[in-house]
């Protein structure tokens, strides 16, 4: 276990450092000049000078890459080049937002699709079934910004059923959970399409197996070995995407922070990339790569846990 761990955690590494050289090289391949975006075209020459030290624009790439990764080793995520504020402290304060999000709609997304799934399995070849199936891959064709635009129109403009705008007053736990309901609603929905049909196939499979046979020779009830036996083993591979889900929720959520104006880091990184500010861009993407390298890591450790087989491996 202990050396499965290790395995692990080097590899986290290696995706948090990959997607950093990559942003960093990304951005700065954007075209245009920097200085012209950022100051304008009536900025004198001092101040592009100015600006270029700032920024280490006046580096080699290669150098300006090595001090970056340093100072990230060190936890140092640079400035904000417009507001003075350390981009830890920016990211730390949106963070929290942006998390919840991403929590709220795979926590909605695993509720419906497992329900889906075990509903879909549990009548397998029936119109329900049919239905089911119809509606998983309906949901996973739709993309998070149309289905926020329109849950915005419907249930919130027509029927003003939630807030449109915000994330809440502060403080007060049901107004922020009345705000994050459309949101995660927008971003998990088409995560119950995966979750539903990978459920459905693996009950399907869990329920041929022998020892399934013996527990209904045993006759126990129908409900008891859905509930209490297959679905344990049914729910390893959806556990083993998780990780997987939660990294692309936390880039969804980009979508539903612009469309339903909300606090987080999707916004702050939109904010930055039209204001060229290389330090928040670059800091807010280490943030995520680190935490879907987080979420990764401790999906590991849970489908090994969970199923037997790979748990005797380790």
């Not at 960093?24 to 600006?51: K, S, W």
């Not at 995660?184 to 990978?198: E, H, K």
């Not at 197996?209 to 013996?214: A, F, G, L």
């Amino acid at each position: 276990m202990t050396g499965f761990l290790i395995r692990r955690l080097f590899l986290a590494l290696g995706v948090v450092l990959g997607a950093t050289v990559a942003i960093f090289l990304l951005v700065y391949a954007i075209p245009g000049d920097p200085v012209t975006v950022a100051l304008g075209p009536r900025a004198t020459a001092e101040m592009r000078a100015h600006y270029r030290v700032l920024m280490g624009l006046e580096q080699p790439l290669p150098v300006q890459l090595w001090r970056f990764l340093t100072r990230v080793a060190q936890g140092d995520l640079g400035t904000d080049i417009w507001s003075g504020l350390p981009v830890t402290t920016i990211l730390w304060d949106a963070l929290p937002h942006t998390v919840a999000l991403a929590c709220a709609g795979l926590g909605t997304a695993l509720f419906l699709g497992i329900a889906l799934g075990c509903v879909g399995a549990a009548a397998k070849g029936s119109l329900a079934d049919h239905v089911i199936g119809v509606l998983s891959v309906s949901f996973i064709a739709l993309p998070p910004f149309l289905v926020a635009i329109y849950s915005l129109l419907i249930f919130a403009v027509t029927l003003n059923w939630f807030p449109a705008i915000g994330a809440g007053e502060a403080g007060n736990l049901g107004a922020r959970l009345h705000a994050l309901v459309l949101p995660a609603f927008a971003v998990g929905l088409g995560w119950v399409g995966y979750i539903a049909r990978i459920v459905r196939s693996s009950l399907i499979e869990v329920m041929r197996e022998k020892y399934m046979e013996t527990a209904r020779a045993f006759g126990l009830p129908p409900g008891m070995i859905l509930s209490r036996y297959a679905l344990r083993l049914a729910l390893v591979p959806v556990i083993s995407i998780v990780g997987v889900g939660f990294g692309s929720l936390l880039s969804g959520s980009v979508f539903a922070e612009i469309i339903f104006a909300r606090p987080g880091i999707g916004r702050v990184v939109y904010d930055a990339v039209l204001a060229r500010n290389y330090p928040v861009v670059s800091g807010a993407v280490v943030v995520t790569a680190g935490l879907y390298a987080l979420a990764m890591l401790v999906t590991d450790l849970v489908t090994g846990l969970l199923d037997h087989r790979t748990h005797a491996a380790l």
